[in-house]
């Protein structure tokens, strides 16, 4: 789960940096101005801009993977409880 949002957030931030360079090129012959006074600002929002976007992702992931998980957890303890399509092995291990 935190593979999938690291990959969509990372997916995410680099769109969004292609994009701007290509919006942002009448800037270019302030580049070293602009890298020399504004680089710790620029990596600063983009490191907070990461972490909202991971959680964010991480959010949804968790919402849409992990829908009914505990229904699902229920029904394969009383499964495992009446010994039916379970392993006898599984069923044992319960039981201890």
């Known amino acids: 789960m935190i593979a999938n949002a690291l990959f969509a957030t990372t997916a995410c931030l680099l769109a ?5 360079m290509g919006e942002c090129q009448f800037l270019i012959p302030y580049r070293q101005l602009l ?3 504004y680089a710790t600002p620029i990596a600063v929002f983009a ?3 990461f972490v909202n976007l991971f959680a964010a992702f991480y959010l ?3 919402k849409v993977f992990l829908k009914d998980t ?3 957890l229920a029904h394969l303890e009383k499964q495992l ?6 392993s006898e092995e599984l069923s044992r ?4």
């Open 60 to 62: 949804i992931c968790r």
């Open 47 to 49: 490191g907070v801009m």
């Open 81 to 86: 409880r009446t010994g039916g399509t379970i």
């Open 16 to 20: 969004i940096g292609l994009f701007l």
């Open 93 to 96: 291990r319960l039981r201890e």
């Open 70 to 72: 505990g229904e699902k």
């Open 35 to 37: 890298w020399e006074q």
